[in-house]
């Protein structure tokens, strides 16, 4: 029987087969993943009506990786001669590593109107960051061209970026994700003179990828710059999910602050941080700046980092000043995710008791899981030992002290756990390759 004689399928069907044969499942958990290609061209060959289904999804994510675009030949050449297969393309990841003056974009890219998330990427090298003042106009227009579809944008490495533009170019952005951003200018001259005031962005999900006490700066810069009419560029009232990476900074603490008492209906906390600065003593901080979204937020993720210090080694420093506020309120918690990296010895004594007074003098009717992760690097054998060597004496006495922690100082949270609470505790030994051992203790 030859293809011609065959039914005409229904595109969902189509749709089923090319995601089902097509997809790369190296990793099926992404949520944009890419398909195949070469599965794709095979698939593509052996019916008529599948072709234009194949294209769809070939085309729907678009990684763009070149020290000079314009070079990359094959992809504007392809656009010129078939743009409605720009139409099929969702996700666009843009690699810049050419220096400013130099970049160049080929007119093409135009092309993608519908896209539904962007992502820039700037690298000139690796002491310098990449600054947008320098790039020329016509790339700049290119780069920024109106996508009225998008929703998720994503900018990395960049100086003096025109976030204003995006209110112009990107009216619908609600996911907006930034990391290593920098802004020469002041506030007052950062939205240039006789700028019209467009409608802010009505943001629901806001991320900071990792970045100096600089970056944390233009977080305050963007979240506290009004407008000639007074409205702000970014509207975070409804906010919902918030992600922050920060450094052991002042400036992180005030630029978690300046969102936090913005919003009113974060349902997802995620801070995490490479000292212990940002909850240590931002605990109580956080919890008030909290107190508005007390009935909507479901979810806090916490991950800090500590150093030798004799002020670092209490790991739960911080974190049950931030819960017994939230504690003292009616809230609808459900899991509290807790991990903190110690570099030294930690503490195991009175911060561990105020927990469990945290969780046992206040109401948490919503809360199903508590997972606090306490890892702990120790030098245990000379550097030529074998890796099977024993824990020395002291190390011993010390994984055996964390083993007893809940039946000593958690009793009452530990008997919640056999009721309604997910509680999990464990002491994980492992040799590092520093020859370190890790000690994890864990609620899950």
């Known amino acids: 029987m030859s293809f011609a004689s065959l039914p005409a399928l229904p595109v969902e069907l189509l749709e089923s087969i090319v995601e089902y044969l097509g997809w790369d499942d190296v990793n099926p958990q992404d949520p944009h993943p890419f398909f195949n290609a070469a599965r794709l061209k095979n698939l593509s060959h052996t019916c008529r009506s599948i072709l234009p289904v194949c294209r769809k999804y070939l085309f729907a994510t678009i990684k763009i990786r070149s020290s000079f675009i314009s070079e990359s030949r094959n992809l504007p050449a392809l656009l010129k001669n078939s743009p409605e297969l720009a139409g099929h393309t969702r996700h666009l990841y843009l690699q810049i590593t050419r220096k400013p003056e130099r970049t160049e974009i080929p007119s093409e890219f135009k092309m993608f109107s519908r896209l539904k998330s962007y992502y820039i990427f700037f690298q000139e090298d690796y002491l310098r960051m990449y600054n947008y003042a320098n790039i020329q106009p016509q790339t700049k227009e290119l780069l920024l061209h109106p996508i009225p579809t998008l929703t998720t944008f994503k900018l990395d490495n960049i100086a003096n970026f025109p976030f204003h533009e995006l209110l112009r170019n990107f009216p619908n ?5 930034i990391s290593h951003i920098l802004i020469d200018a002041s506030v007052e001259d950062y939205i240039p003179s006789g700028a019209l005031p467009l409608k802010s962005l009505k943001l629901e999900r806001f991320s900071s990828g990792e970045g100096s006490s600089d970056h944390a700066v233009v977080i305050q810069k963007l979240f506290s710059i009004r407008q000639t009419d007074g409205q702000p560029l970014f509207d975070i009232s409804r906010l919902k999910y918030l992600k922050l990476i920060c450094a052991d900074s002042s400036e992180w603490i005030k630029a978690q602050t300046t969102i936090l008492l913005q919003t009113s209906q974060l349902t997802t906390l ?10 240590n003593l931002s605990g109580i901080l956080i919890g008030h700046s909290l107190l508005a979204s007390r009935m909507t937020l479901k979810e806090i993720r916490i991950q800090n980092a500590s150093t030798r210090s004799e002020y670092d080694r209490n790991p739960l420093h911080g974190l049950c000043e931030m819960l017994s506020i939230l504690g003292k309120h009616h809230n609808v918690l459900e899991s509290i995710f807790y991990r903190h990296f110690v570099y030294c010895r930690c503490d195991t004594g009175v911060e561990w008791e105020a927990l469990d007074r945290v969780f046992d003098n206040h109401p948490w009717s919503r809360l199903r899981n508590l997972s606090i992760d306490i890892d702990t690097n120790i030098f245990i054998v000379p550097p030529d030992a074998p890796f099977d060597q ?9 994984k055996k002290y964390l083993e007893d922690v809940p039946q000593r100082l958690l009793p009452k949270l530990s008997t919640k756990s056999k009721e309604d609470l997910d509680f999990h505790y464990e002491v994980h030994p492992n040799p590092t390759a520093t020859y370190r051992n890790l000690v994890s203790t864990s609620f899950r």
């Open 390 to 398: 024993q824990l020395d004496p002291e190390t011993e006495t010390f």
């Open 270 to 279: 995620i801070l995490m941080t490479n000292g212990t600065c940002t909850i």
């Open 173 to 177: 952005i609600r996911d907006l994700e």
